[in-house]
């Protein structure tokens, strides 16, 4: 029974995201409400509150829901060889920056809201725990704090090289992000690497 009522969370938290984000790219996320998406998705607004806080964070799930267990899955998927470093660099960069073709319109509306933005920098908070699993799983001789702790640095990280991707320029009169995403989340995960080393007794602390 929980199993069955756990699939129809699932189901009906992506009806509602795939229908705030089609309407979000047909109208502009300003001229949808709250209803709307609900409607949508035939639900009532007090089901979509219980999934959702707003039209925002809607609209971003499209493109982030499940995010947090693929990077997971990419983490525990690099060679075995690679130092914990280089599989979590690796497993970030890589899923935060092959969209997919479909996400790639959501994308671009993202980075031209700055409501969206903010709600789409604010996802990362849900990669801390799989990722510490990860971590735990990848080397079980890391102890739980360990990894938790190396988790929210990462995410913090991520979170900061997100901030700053998505705070436009203008060019020719077009809004586009500021940089290269991969550049600037390897740039922003750089100085963990020597912690996520020591972590794993590749480098001696301090």
């Not at 999934?51 to 998927?77: G, M, N, T």
């Not at 990669?127 to 995410?155: F, G, K, N, W």
């Amino acid at each position: 029974m929980t199993g069955l009522r756990d699939q129809k969370k699932q189901a009906t938290r992506k009806t509602l995201r795939e229908a705030a984000l089609r309407l979000a790219l047909e109208r502009g996320p300003e001229n949808v409400r709250v209803d709307d998406i609900a409607e949508a998705a035939g639900v009532s607004p007090r089901t979509y509150n219980n999934y959702f806080s707003s039209r925002e964070q809607a609209i971003v799930a499209a493109v982030s829901a499940e995010r947090e267990a693929r990077i997971a899955a990419a983490v525990a998927a690099q060679p075995a060889e690679a130092g914990l470093a280089d599989a979590v660099i690796e497993a970030i960069v890589e899923q935060y920056t092959d969209p997919g073709e479909h996400q790639r319109d959501a994308l671009l509306l993202i980075t031209t809201r700055p409501a969206l933005r903010e709600a789409f920098a604010d996802t990362t908070s849900a990669l801390e725990v799989p990722l510490a699993d990860a971590i735990a799983q990848r080397r079980s001789d890391i102890p739980p704090h360990i990894a938790l702790v190396l988790a929210a640095s990462v995410t913090a990280a991520v979170r900061i090289a997100l901030q700053r991707w998505l705070q436009p320029s203008t060019a020719g009169g077009l809004v586009v992000p500021s940089g290269s995403l991969p550049d600037l989340l390897r740039g922003a995960l750089a100085p963990l690497a020597p912690a996520l080393d020591a972590a794993e007794g590749r480098r001696d602390i301090g």
